[in-house]
């Protein structure tokens, strides 16, 4: 059985130390088989796509100074030295990517506080403050923000305001009830 979610599949023995590297607290079950080399960088590739490479690369360099071995081959332990070395530029840009979300979100946030609209940062960082001992060690790509539905105009107005831009969204078939898409101006990433 493999696993596939915006990445190539994973092993049953990679998705297991996926599961564990991934773990956001510190004691986790270590799995008992080892990955043939060429499954870390297939590791590393979902754990990008499932937001937890911060975390992965932690527990990774952790592993790399105990006594436990992750992959097997004659040079597992460079194999692994070098992995994570080459991690610290991708993880520099996600710590930023997360202060830029969380900042928009304090901002929309502080706006909706202020017009006394209820609505509740959910998901991304949310989980990353409440499930992580260190916040940077779940990356997100966007910032959800659950709002009842009588506060959507309002909502929708206030984004306008701060200058965000309402993307088209082919499942809303004009109910209240659905997912808005909102981007940061000139920059469709955000």
């Known amino acids: ?75 597992a332990q460079q194999l692994i030295d070098t992995t994570v070395k080459e991690l610290d530029q991708r993880l520099l840009v996600l710590a930023g990517q997360n202060l830029l979300l969380v900042h928009h979100a304090s901002r929309i946030m502080s706006e909706f506080k202020r017009a006394a609209l209820p609505a509740q940062v959910i ?37 306008e305001r701060l200058g965000y831009v309402q993307a088209q969204s082919p499942n809303r078939g004009g109910s209240l009830h659905g997912e808005y898409k909102w981007l940061a101006p000139d920059n469709d990433g955000f």
């Open 1 to 75: 059985m493999t696993t596939k979610a915006g990445h190539s599949p994973l092993s049953p023995d990679a998705s297991a130390w996926l599961a564990a590297l991934s773990a956001p607290r510190t004691h986790f079950a270590v799995p008992s088989r080892r990955m043939v080399a060429a499954e870390l960088a297939v590791l590393i590739e979902a754990a990008l796509a499932h937001g937890t490479l911060p975390i992965v690369a932690r527990n990774l360099r952790r592993f790399a100074a105990g006594d436990h071995v992750i992959v097997d081959g004659a040079n």
């Open 123 to 159: 998901k991304g960082p949310v989980f990353a403050r409440r499930l992580y001992e260190h916040p940077n060690d779940r990356n997100f790509t966007d910032v959800d923000i659950l709002i009842d539905p009588v506060a959507v105009a309002a909502s929708c107005a206030i984004l």
